[in-house]
Every structure is written in structure tokens, then in C-alpha cells.
């Protein structure tokens, strides 16, 4: 089943409602994913990946605002819901037929292999070409 995130601007956590995302650096926070991602100070720069689950593997982003600075992480789920294309259920890592882009965390590139993980680099291309707000 898949959650549209993309407005989400509460999530409960031990009783509190949280934002989206706050930067540990600097503590500003994010409402909703899309104004996270439409924030051009915020660029998506490496997935790290966890073969054995793979949407709780991270994006990592850098908060690019001159006096933070801050990489920050967030689990690759609160975004899978971004793709709407198949996802194939054979995992081809480490096979021939794999280029082992998702063995370099910084490699951003689209996988052109019908591998399970290949859902999650298109969500990076998605991100990657995210509109971003002019006046954030």
C-alpha cells in the first residue's frame, strides 16, 4: 500500500507532532516533503543502501544554507511513494548484468537493470529533478 507523504505535516511521535524534517545543523524545519525537496539549499548527494530492507536505506542530503552546512539523512521510505512504475522482485546485485551503482553511495545514476532495487534509484532521479522554489 502506498501513502501519499507529499502534504504530510504531522507525524506523532511519543505524543508530539513533528515536522517533516528539521536540520540538526542549523534546526530549521521542513513542513511537508515537497517543501523539503522544493528547498534549493537541500541536494540529494548519496543513498546508502540496506539490501535486506531496501526502503530502510538513506538518502542523504546536504542542507546547502552557508552557515549550516549539515548531511542530513532520512530514510529512503518516506519517499518511495514517489514512484509509480513496476518493481521487479529479483534482486540482480553483485550478478554480471549489475553496473553496482548502488554499492557507491555517491553514484546518483538511474540503473538501467530490471533489479529490485532499481525503484529506488528512479525515486532518486525523480527527486534530482524536483522543481525547486526560487524564494526558499
Known sequence: MCHDLSQVTGFYF??????????????QQWKTRDEFLSDPQV???GYQINFE????GF?????MK??????LALQTGLFSDL????????RL????TCPGYCQHSGNLKACPVKCEC?????????????????GA
Open 53 to 56: 530492507a531496501l526502503k530502510a
Open 118 to 134: 532499481g525503484f529506488v534509484r528512479e525515486v532518486m532521479q525523480i527527486i534530482l529533478s524536483w522543481s525547486k522554489s526560487q
Open 83 to 90: 514512484y509509480r512504475g513496476e518493481v521487479y522482485h529479483e
Open 93 to 96: 546485485s553483485g550478478t554480471e
Open 59 to 63: 538518502f542523504m542530503f546536504n542542507h
Open 14 to 27: 511519543g505524543g508530539v507532532v513533528m515536522n517533516f524534517n528539521k536540520c540538526s545543523g542549523c534546526v
Open 43 to 45: 541536494k540529494l548527494i
Open 66 to 71: 552557508p552557515e549550516c552546512l549539515t548531511t
